[in-house]
């Protein structure tokens, strides 16, 4: 027989079809079952779209009693570009809702509930939370602390290495490797990268070895000195972060080549944690840091970091540029963190996923 939890896990499956889909929106998946017996099910495609609970609900008469929903996110209560799944429950006559999570979204949490039990709905919450909050673990960031999730990705040797002392750095890892590191790319709302990365590599940023949208594109670049003619420019909107003082002619060709500027305070390189915020302002809820080793270092040291994917290829250079920059640690005890460690061999290369211990609450 199935229980509260077995169905709230098949919503939280179906949340997950919208992943690389639905930003800036939650993943949400949806459950209605009457009699023991799934009556409907669906999940949020994407913005615009109906809601999950609209699928679920859509063959399910107004009054048929004894229905319970269940979903991985409390039911919307406000008008936004679809009417409130709140009421659509009610107005179902669902007898029973079964949520893992409020929202953390201010314009809905808890008074997605309120209207429920207002209108005589039995509401359960707390099935399956900690699943439901790390599948949508960048917009709850986004939601409770105004910065957008962040991923840093590292494709680099055994020992450490991004590059030859020279700079030569393809191709590091393997081919399915670079297929995985796209899929990352898809999931992502954002890349973030440093100007010494793009004249290095020149890279487009895209997603193409995988099905998925192309993230918008982030450069670090004090001065400016980004060519026109960069790969980065084609696709995907492209973000310049720059200083104060840069030319106002400089700013007017990188705008007609098709760049948005943003401006950061002080004549020095740009924060990281101001264009994260401005990047979180732009809706980016989940940003992916894909080098260089100065930048990575700048987000750690920051703890601007939620989690790190790193592609360890079974190659050994010795002298070279490191993956991450100087951390300025000097006691073991004071290294960065990391947990919820997940493995992968991927052809000869281990792709090494992990949380980085405490960074939300850091950055709170």
């Not at 406000?78 to 179902?92: N, Q, S």
């Not at 080793?293 to 010795?318: C, Y």
Request: with cysteine.
């Amino acid at each position: 027989m199935m229980t509260d939890i077995d169905y709230m896990r098949r919503a939280l499956e179906l949340a997950a079809r919208g992943r690389g889909r639905v930003h800036p929106n939650p993943m949400v998946g949806a459950v209605a079952v009457r009699d023991g017996r799934v009556v409907g099910e669906g999940f949020h495609p994407g913005p615009g779209q109906p809601h999950a609970e609209v699928f679920a609900l859509k063959e399910v008469a107004a009054g048929t009693p004894g229905v319970t929903v269940y979903v991985n996110l409390e039911p919307c209560s406000f008008v936004g570009r679809t009417p409130p799944c709140a009421d659509l429950l009610v107005e179902k006559g669902v007898t029973r809702v079964v949520c893992a999570m409020s929202d953390p979204d201010e314009r809905v949490s808890e008074k997605g509930f309120a209207r429920l039990k207002g209108a005589g709905i039995d509401v359960i919450v707390g099935v399956l939370e900690a699943e439901a909050r790390a599948l949508n673990a960048a917009y709850v960031k986004h939601r409770t602390t105004g910065l957008p999730y962040v991923t840093l990705k590292l494709a680099q040797t055994l020992d450490g290495r991004i590059a030859t002392a020279s700079g030569d750095s393809k191709w590091i890892s393997s081919e399915a490797s670079r297929v995985r590191a796209h899929r990352l790319r898809a999931d992502a709302d954002a890349i973030l990268i440093g100007s010494g990365t793009l004249k290095a590599d020149d890279p487009e940023l895209s997603v193409r070895h995988v099905e998925g949208e192309s993230p918008a594109k982030i450069v670090l670049d004090s001065r400016l000195e980004i060519s026109t003619g960069a790969k980065v420019f084609e696709g995907a909107p492209l973000w310049l972060a720059t200083s104060e003082g840069v030319s106002n002619r400089r700013l007017q060709e990188v705008e007609a080549a098709g760049a948005g500027v943003w401006v950061i305070g002080g004549g020095g390189r740009p924060g990281l944690l101001d264009v994260l915020r401005l990047a979180a302002d732009k809706g980016y809820l989940h940003v992916l840091i894909e080098g260089g080793g100065q930048v990575a270092a700048s987000a750690l040291r920051g703890n601007l970091v939620d989690r790190v994917a790193v592609f360890v290829a079974p190659k050994i250079l010795g002298e070279g540029i490191s993956s991450v920059g100087d951390l300025g640690i000097d006691r073991i005890s004071d290294a960065v963190e990391l947990d919820l460690v997940e493995v992968e061999q991927i052809g000869n290369d281990l792709f090494y996923a992990a949380d980085v211990v405490g960074a939300t609450e850091q950055q709170g």
